[in-house]
T-cell receptor, first 113, second 115 residues
């Protein structure tokens, strides 16, 4: 069965610090990978997605993620966070012929001004 | 930008009552989903719906749950007899294709509180 692990439950950073949120998945076949963000009181929004091609994917708001197949990882990065990045971040995987996303437990990011 | 619309944004119901959560997916999308997020826990898949029938459901989606697309635009989730543990944020999502290279568009969610 597919699963997604997000290593950090809560990350606290100061503005301008660099960010890396870990995500590992378990699935042996071809996968589609996603990062979603949920700002306080709002719905899930797609940050970026990987299907094939360049393993370094650039998303909105300066975020990027790198797919490393050998490590089953899809870590999210941002070189310099802002206070407005305070949100919960969810990694999600869709594998094989299934149509549904499997989400990780989420990582709450708090950015101090 | 097209949106998935969910109503109501917050519903409080007594245990044992039936609730219907409503969703209007993006008009040209063909695949519809319900997910839920219990406070402090991860987002969990409930059910996917395509061509007027359930295509997949999780073990959470038991006989108390049902989905319907009654009029070609709305997509509803019904919980027949709510339990305290049904309290959660329920998200509707839609996509153009289920297994293709598309992300899902999520609605804002309905916070269901069972008392």
């Amino acid at each position: 069965a597919q699963s997604v692990s997000q290593h950090n439950h809560h990350v606290i950073l100061s503005e301008a610090a660099s960010l890396e949120l870990g995500c590992n998945y378990s699935y042996g076949g071809t996968v589609n990978l996603f990062w979603y963000v949920q700002y306080p009181g709002q719905h899930l929004q797609l940050l970026l997605k990987y299907f094939s091609g360049d393993p370094l994917v650039k998303g909105i708001k300066g975020f990027e993620a790198e797919f490393i197949k050998s490590k089953f990882s899809f870590n999210l990065r941002k070189p310099s966070v802002q206070w407005s990045d305070t949100a919960e971040y969810f990694c999600a995987v869709k594998g094989g012929s299934q149509g549904n996303l499997i989400f990780g437990k989420g990582t709450k990011l708090s950015v101090k001004p | 930008e097209p949106e998935v619309t969910q109503t109501p944004s917050h519903q409080v119901t007594q245990m044992g009552q039936e609730v219907i959560l409503r969703c209007v997916p993006i008009s040209n999308h063909l695949y519809f989903y319900w997910y839920r997020q219990i406070l402090g826990q991860k987002v969990e898949f409930l059910v996917s719906f395509y061509n007027n029938e359930i295509s997949e459901k999780s073990e959470i989606f038991d006989d108390q749950f049902s989905v319907e697309r009654p009029d070609g635009s709305n997509f509803t989730l019904k919980i027949r007899s709510t339990k305290l543990e049904d309290s959660a944020m329920y998200f509707c999502a839609s996509s153009e294709q289920g297994a293709g290279n598309y992300g899902y568009t999520f609605g804002s969610g309905t916070r269901l509180t069972v008392v």
